[in-house]
């Protein structure tokens, strides 16, 4: 039987959730992205927000669906704007043009338009077909109104995180003026997706040659857009070595991609502080550079934060028997070895204090640890009743 990680069960209730109240949860995330638009808008004075219908659709269910999105731009200036579009995250089943609202503010403040966009998802009935139609139209939208929105479509970029860094990788290599791609820790692989517990299923297509065709890594255009990439080396959703892939990718092309790792963060860190002001500085030296605002090209070194170490309680100590209610048993070794009920046979890690079993399929799990003698591995609680000495924590080791 395929061992469910608590990510994987995550993401399947919020799936049946959003299936039974599509149109309710719809409508309160797109209240309130008007409302986190309203309030940056209070801070931005010098910024211009507009809203416009980009595409109107037909559900399954035959309800009519309005699509829209947002720009920012600056207040003044006589020259024309290159512009950014966001592709917001979500699992492909919840979000919307909220996300990414205050890099489109920062942009605007520095003379570079941002829009933000709604698409369909999968509450919708819509897979990555749909989703990425909605994409390009929107695009399209603006680039038929560049000259009256005072923008310069002939300097174009791209950016999106998780399921949004999948579709605007895509989208990037597909939009001929995209010249500048940032992407924060995005699906760019939909094939091999590493030990990334997001993007199973058939949203994608089911067979390799769809899912390919469903992935930038293999679809990149000549030349690829100037390239930044955001990860975590604790990303369980996302697999980090799905970023250096296509980083590496990107260069065999002879484009030109950074990675900026985070030490000890997972996934969507670049929404919270340190890091949202951080890759938020790292966005706006990205484009500014491509899009020939500035002369200094950004480096990742220039963006770093100190490695964040999770802290395990006093006493605490993982090798050893733990038992659950239940009656099931796990011992976990000093070697790394773990015995687990059924005769399995598995292994565990520990990086910047965070711990992990390593399921026979490669995924990793989350081991969350609540007191000395306690500690769960998705849904199930295990307890120990021995203590052994404390493993110095060895971080995994990630190679560009």
Known sequence: MKT????????????????????????????????????????????????????????????????????????????????VFFVHGGGWISGTKAHFCHQSFALAEHGIAGVRMEYRLMSHGAKYPEAISDVMDAIDFIRQRADELGLDFTRVGLAGGSAGGHLSAIAAQLTPECISYDGYNGLFDAFDRGRSHFGSGDYTGAAEQEKKAASAIYNLKQPPPDTFLYHGTEDQTIDIDVAYRFARAIRKKGGKAKLLVYEGVGHSFFGKEPYLSATTRALIDHTSHVFGLTDTRPEPADYTLPPKIAELPDGFSLPGVWTSANGKSITFFENGSVDYSGGRKLKWVESFGNLYIVWASGHYGKITVTDAATMAIGEQVFRQNTRNPAVAPIP???ED
């Open 4 to 83: 469910i990680s608590a990510t994987e069960f995550f993401i399947s209730a919020l799936l049946l959730s959003l299936s039974a109240f599509g149109a309710p949860a719809w409508e309160e995330q797109l209240a309130r992205a008007d409302k986190v638009t309203a309030d940056y808008q209070a801070k931005h004075p010098n910024v211009r927000s507009d809203r416009f219908v980009f595409k109107t659709v037909t559900l399954p269910d035959g309800t009519r669906l309005e699509l829209d999105l947002r720009i920012e731009r600056p207040n003044t200036g006589k020259n024309r704007s290159p512009v």
């Open 396 to 398: 995994r080791i990630y």
